[in-house]
T-cell receptor
Framework: TQLLEQSPQFLSIQEGENLTVYCNSS?????LQWYRQEPGEGPVLLVT?????EVKKLKRLTFQFGDARKDSSLHITAAQPGDTGLYLC???????????FGQGTELSVKP | DSGVTQTPKHLITATGQRVTLRCSPR?????VYWYQQSLDQGLQFLIQ???????AKGNILERFSAQQFPDLHSELNLSSLELGDSALYFC????????????FGPGTRLTVT
């Protein structure tokens, strides 16, 4: 069974700080997705990483896929209160479009 | 706004009852996925339909069933409800059969009392 483990589970920081969230697995994934979810809403797709070693940037967010395609990280530079939310990594199970989700990282950015 | 719609937004019902959750995918999307999100289990895949046919199944309980209609909307039926079925239920959609880039609806919060 493929599993994705995220760390940390909770993160509370001050505005302007940098942070990194990790998503790890013992299994190889063809791609990994990062989603952000706000309370009472559905997850919103942020990025897909496909190639081992790939780095993608989305404004102040930097996503990296591990060389072996077993892990990924999300780095936020100069966090803002608007970044507050639940960050989820997800990978495909190779069964149709079944996505396996990590348990999430709850980020709180205080002004 | 992802373009995926779900109704109702909230549902409160009693144990033993049956409910139907509805999902309309983004315009042009052929795949519909259902997920359950609870505090202890996180986001769990339930089932996928592509163009009306079941394509993948997760740990979906036998009390739960789904279908996708010719107009591509989907319904998730939950019967003999138990307290533990209380959760957020999300529908997602994608154009392709095999796509991990899925677009989620706002969810239905089910409370079983």
């Amino acid at each position: 069974t493929q599993l994705l483990e995220q760390s940390p589970q909770f993160l509370s920081i001050q505005e302007g700080e940098n942070l990194t969230v990790y998503c790890n697995s013992s299994s190889v994934f063809s791609s990994l997705q990062w989603y952000r979810q706000e309370p009472g809403e559905g997850p919103v797709l942020l990025v897909t990483v496909v190639t081992g070693g790939e780095v993608k940037k989305l404004k102040r967010l930097t996503f990296q896929f591990g060389d072996a395609r077993k892990d990924s990280s999300l780095h936020i530079t100069a966090a803002q209160p608007g970044d507050t939310g639940l960050y989820l990594c997800a990978g495909g199970d190779n069964q149709g479009g079944k996505l396996i989700f990590g348990q999430g990282t709850e980020l709180s950015v205080k002004p | 706004d992802s373009g995926v719609t779900q109704t109702p937004k909230h549902l409160i019902t009693a144990t033993g009852q049956r409910v139907t959750l509805r999902c309309s995918p983004r315009s042009g999307d052929l795949s519909v996925y259902w997920y359950q999100q609870s505090l202890d289990q996180g986001l769990q895949f339930l089932i996928q339909y592509y163009n009306g046919e079941e394509r993948a199944k997760g740990n979906i309980l036998e009390r739960f069933s789904a279908q996708q209609f010719p107009d591509l909307h989907s319904e998730l039926n939950l019967s003999s409800l138990e307290l533990g079925d209380s959760a957020l239920y999300f529908c997602a959609s994608s154009f392709q059969y095999f796509s991990y880039e899925q677009y989620f609806g706002p969810g239905t919060r089910l409370t079983v009392t």
